[in-house]
């Protein structure tokens, strides 16, 4: 029964640590005329700069921006500290 409780536990562990949340700051540009913006947003899956680039890429080709750069991930501890610097791209796409 110990051995069962314990695997439990560890795969309840290891599922949470799986859905973690992902953030990335980024920059994008439109052109047409020129406009450029910094953002974050929220990232799901691995939590890589990759896959970052990936999710992001489509989400912001959607609305005529094109991404230009993956400037970190992060988790949530880094949302407070670039909110004010991302404005109204703070969690947009």
């Known amino acids: 029964m110990k051995q ?3 695997s439990l536990i560890l795969i309840l562990a290891l599922a ?4 973690a ?3 990335a700051d ?3 540009k439109q ?3 020129l406009r450029l913006h910094y953002g ?3 990232i799901s899956g ?4 990759g896959n970052a680039r990936q999710q992001l890429g489509a989400r912001l080709a959607a609305s005529g921006w094109t991404l230009l750069q993956i400037q970190s991930v992060f988790g949530p501890e880094g949302l407070d500290q670039r909110k ?3 404005g109204q791209f703070y969690l947009r796409f």
């Open 21 to 23: 949340q992902c953030y």
């Open 26 to 28: 980024y920059k994008a």
């Open 46 to 49: 691995n939590c890589s700069a």
């Open 31 to 33: 052109d047409n005329p």
């Open 40 to 42: 974050v947003a929220q």
């Open 16 to 19: 949470s640590a799986a859905q």
């Open 84 to 86: 004010a610097s991302a």
């Open 4 to 6: 069962i409780t314990l």
